[in-house]
């Protein structure tokens, strides 16, 4: 780093190192000095909360995403990383009430109906699930989405027929 104190620099650095390189412990010691550094900037604090999910620390990962919402609530992408944070913290209403929101502000915005879809199914809701993922637009999740559901649901062929053009 040229500059060693340029915020957006290290939470590249980061974001590579968590993406592609899968050195965790580097990402992180890069998100952590371009928070100290930049403690309100939106980008990376949208770069750090995955970071932060992917290393179990759900709660640090849901603290992070809440603020970027609250700082940009007009996102779409704030509110699936939010409602991706919250289902797997098992929160499920507030994952799904995410997921419409950033259907709202993003109409057909890919993968949102298949969480929402996801989120049911771990409610225990399969046909509530189906119903949702039915809507999914983006052909890979919705097929992803519908295999699984059609097996809890019984219905063979059609999970079989799912499969097959996964």
């Not at 040229?2 to 580097?26: C, K, M, Q, V």
Request: hydrophobic share 45%; with cysteine.
């Amino acid at each position: 780093i040229r500059d060693p104190e340029y915020a957006p620099a290290h939470a590249l650095l980061g974001w590579i190192n968590s993406h592609f390189e899968l050195n965790f412990e580097t990402a992180a010691q890069h998100f952590k000095r371009a928070l100290a550094l930049a403690p309100g900037d939106i980008e990376i604090i949208m770069g750090a909360a995955p970071l932060a999910g992917n290393l179990g620390r759900l709660k640090t990962a849901i603290a992070l995403q809440e603020y970027a919402v609250e700082h940009d609530p007009v996102n779409p992408a704030s509110h699936t990383y939010l409602g991706l944070f919250y289902r797997c913290a098992r929160r499920f209403e507030e994952s799904i009430a995410s997921y419409r929101l950033a259907l709202r502000l993003s109409p057909g915005i890919m993968s949102a109906q298949y969480n929402i879809g996801a989120a049911r199914m771990l409610q225990g809701r399969p046909e509530d699930a189906l119903e949702e993922t039915l809507l999914e637009e983006e052909e890979g999740y919705r097929l992803m989405g519908l295999a699984p559901i059609y097996h809890d649901l019984g219905m063979q062929k059609e999970d079989d027929e799912a499969l097959a053009r996964m």
